[in-house]
């Protein structure tokens, strides 16, 4: 999900040039300005007033995430003109959050054109209890108040559904900041965006209805002009996998080890995946493993001694699907890191902590290399906290909330990195070695675009930006695979529905990922098996349309799917089958207003409607080659059953967008063996080093996708990490 700059006006004939004049009523004409806070950061209204009305309006909103808060900018934009009250503003009710800052924004303008002094929120003392949305979709954050002397003293959080490591980020900075500055406006903890929203919301929701009004809670923080330097040896940047296990090598070689990560938690991506490739541990290797489930002979009892895999036939396999047209392009050396190094190394991450299940096949694949952390996501986050007390305990050093900027090089060595912290500290960190272990640039749309040619909606850490990645192409620093597809296992729409019951939220979510329907790609072109649309949406591009005639919404109101349809991630438990969808009608409208359903009542003009790329010649030679008799695409005809085919010629046509959602990219910097990064030429970049998701375009061929065979970037996260810290501590002098 990235957050991009969203810039919108509205303007009605030329009234911004009115000057300002009485105004008729009680709103004064002229030009106000207000901000408030949204889903990612600030937004900001500029409304023009003429006749006791709005005429115009800006809506700015940096952070907000693009397809929703940003959406909703757009829609509100056209809201503003003509209120004189925000009460007359219906929020998009799939963005409540930007709505709500956009009303609270607008109210703060009409204030100022009432002549209305804005006064201090007068909070009444007592003990209050709220809700919010935070990132589970399925349950909300629930908050106790404390409110002593017209300030908020606490803020406890009750249940909730939120990630572990994100809601006690969430605690330990977000809400004592809040209790600082008593205002409402205090930034989102990086990583934890939605959980700080979640709980921001929730403490709205307690005071509102107890009927006190937090308008003016939202006085901005000011950002201070502090900065720091440190000299170390080794500077990791980055604290997911990766970077992890490269701090901690570092720190046990006896480096002096500062370890910084732009946001307010450690683990990044890794402590929200579920296991690496975890290749003939020596440890499970040595045991007995009773009822191991082995993908090709079934489950038995494994003798101590016995492998798991044949490595050779893995390493074989894996360097033939990487080379195309007789050329190898990856890098076999590294491949044969993570298969050889990737048993020892979790065995060596057992030592700190984390603790993993014996290695079984995955997802249906034939090689038993896959092993699941112990208690899965639940517990993964404890097994990171334990690898960072020890790290501590051996004098390694860490920053949180501390994003790095930009490369310190100096005669073309790498010697350090600049900084900033979450407060606008800025900090100069010297080093004689740089490690990068960023996550990637999934969480930049600019740097997708660029590189990959397209921005995919992200399911991952919006954090990993890719700025250091930049950063070192821009000191010469070669890429591999860089434009190659970014990782992804599941589908969902580019807009989820939050408004509904649980039910009807998924109804999108169910009608384009179901095999019981007709998808077609940016042009209108059917592409695939709809059965096998989830693994494989991502080749196409980063979105696609499922489309229904009249008829089919018709059956789907009446008797539902005959089949359950839902995802993997985002989704808040799927059409079940048999169940009819009485509300489709409710839903498709709200989608249409959030923009991520289309209806019209041609195929022409459907395409019209989508517009870009997208043809009604190829739509409708899409619809005359849908059929059960035979499908192009190998599509069992019982797909068909239920809905039938979409009609030729209908009173209507919906369509609903999914997307293809990523968890990563996979190219990045070049890299030698050794973990250091290279230059154009091939030669070593002294002092710097890429691990992880920054460097894994080196397993794989850019004309090839992602490696299914389970946990192999996270295994080469794990193995990059480690070799790098230990090489870089080994040659600190060189």
């Not at 991450?349 to 993993?356: A, K, M, N, T």
């Not at 799917?561 to 989704?571: D, E, I, Q, V």
Request: hydrophobic fraction near 40%; glycine fraction near 12%; aromatic fraction near 8%.
């Amino acid at each position: 999900m990235k957050n991009t700059k969203r810039v919108l006006a509205f303007l009605v004939g030329a009234a911004m040039m009115l000057p300002m004049a009485s105004a008729e009523g009680k709103l004064a004409s002229g030009n106000y300005e207000a901000t408030s806070q949204g889903f990612g950061g600030a937004v900001t209204v500029k409304v023009t007033v003429t006749d006791g009305k709005v005429t115009a309006a800006t809506i700015t909103g940096e952070k907000e995430t693009e397809t929703i808060g940003g959406a909703a900018i757009k829609t509100l934009t056209e809201k503003l003109i003509g209120v004189s009250s925000a009460d007359e503003v219906d929020a998009v009710a799939s963005a409540t959050v930007t709505s709500n800052a956009v009303k609270t924004a607008l109210a703060d303008c009409l204030r100022q054109a009432a002549g209305e002094e804005k006064t201090e929120t007068a909070l009444v003392d007592g003990v209050y209890t709220g809700e919010g949305r935070g990132f589970n979709l399925t349950q909300k954050v629930q908050v106790t108040v404390e409110i002593k002397d017209g300030k908020i003293v606490s803020v406890t959080v009750g249940d909730n559904g939120e990630t572990m490591g994100m809601i006690a980020a969430v605690e330990e900075k977000w809400i004592p900041r809040v209790v600082e500055n008593q205002s409402l406006a205090v930034d989102a903890i990086c990583g934890a965006t939605a959980s700080s929203n979640g709980v921001r919301a929730a403490v709205v929701n307690a005071l509102e209805s107890a009927g006190m009004d937090v308008s003016g809670m939202y006085k901005a923080i000011p950002k201070v002009s502090a900065a720091e330097e440190y000299n170390v040896d080794i500077v990791v940047v980055g604290m997911g996998s990766s970077g992890t296990t490269a701090a901690l090598a570092a720190a046990e070689s006896g480096a002096n080890v500062l370890a910084i990560d732009k946001a307010g938690k450690w683990g990044g991506t890794g402590v929200t995946t579920s296991g690496p490739a975890n290749v003939n541990a020596p440890s499970q290797v040595a045991s007995e493993i009773v009822d191991w489930k082995d993908p090709i002979n079934g489950v038995h009892t494994k003798a101590a001694g016995e492998q798991l895999v044949d490595a050779d036939a893995l390493y074989a396999t894996w360097t033939d699907y990487t080379t195309v047209d007789g050329a190898q392009g990856a890098k076999p050396e590294l491949i044969a890191k993570v298969i050889y190094e990737s048993g020892e190394t979790c065995d060596w991450l057992q030592s700190y902590g984390f603790e993993f299940t014996p290695a079984v096949g995955f997802v249906g694949g034939k090689w038993a290399i896959f092993s699941s952390y112990v208690g899965q996501k639940q517990l993964t986050e404890s097994f990171f906290a334990k690898a960072y007390d020890r790290y501590t305990e051996m004098g390694g050093q860490y920053l949180l909330e501390t994003e790095a900027t930009e490369l310190i090089m100096q005669d073309g060595k790498a010697v350090g990195v600049r900084a900033i912290k979450a407060d606008g500290t800025s900090v100069t960190i010297n080093a004689k070695a740089v490690i990068l272990c960023t996550g990637g640039f999934a969480g930049s749309d600019e740097m997708q675009e660029k590189y990959i040619g397209q921005a995919y909606k992200l399911f991952g850490m919006s954090t990993n930006d890719g700025k250091m990645i930049e950063s070192a192409i821009e000191n010469g620093a070669a890429t591999r695979a860089i434009g190659m597809y970014p990782m992804s296992h599941f589908v969902a729409p580019t807009v989820i529905t939050t408004q509904f019951s649980a039910e009807d939220n998924d109804i999108p979510y169910g009608l384009i990922c179901t095999a019981e329907g007709m998808a077609v790609n940016m042009k209108g072109e059917r592409f695939i098996n709809e059965s096998a649309i989830a693994m494989n949406a991502f080749y196409q591009g980063n979105h696609f349309y499922y489309v229904y005639s009249k008829e089919q919404i018709d059956i789907l109101r009446a008797q539902g799917l005959s089949a359950k349809a839902s995802g993997r991630y985002l989704t808040q438990g799927g059409i079940k089958a048999d169940v009819p969808l009485t509300n489709i009608d409710t839903v498709i409208d709200a989608g249409i207003e959030a923009g991520f359903i289309y209806k019209a009542s041609s195929l022409d003009e459907l395409a019209a409607q989508i517009g870009g790329d997208f043809s009604a010649d190829a739509l409708k030679a899409s619809v005359a080659g849908y059929n059960p008799e035979n499908d192009a695409f190998g599509k069992d005809a019982s797909k068909f059953e239920r809905l039938g085919t979409v009609a030729a010629d209908s009173e209507y046509y919906v369509a609903f967008t999914g997307a293809p959602y990523i968890y990563s990219t996979c190219g990045g910097l070049d890299v030698n063996e050794n973990l250091q990064v290279l230059d154009t030429n091939g030669n070593v970049i002294p002092g710097l080093f890429a691990c992880g998701t920054d460097s894994m375009g080196v397993l794989f061929n850019e004309d090839k996708a992602y490696t299914n065979y389970g946990g192999c970037a996270q295994s080469y996260c794990f193995v990059s990490g480690r070799d790098a810290g230990a090489y870089a501590a080994a040659h600190l002098e060189d």
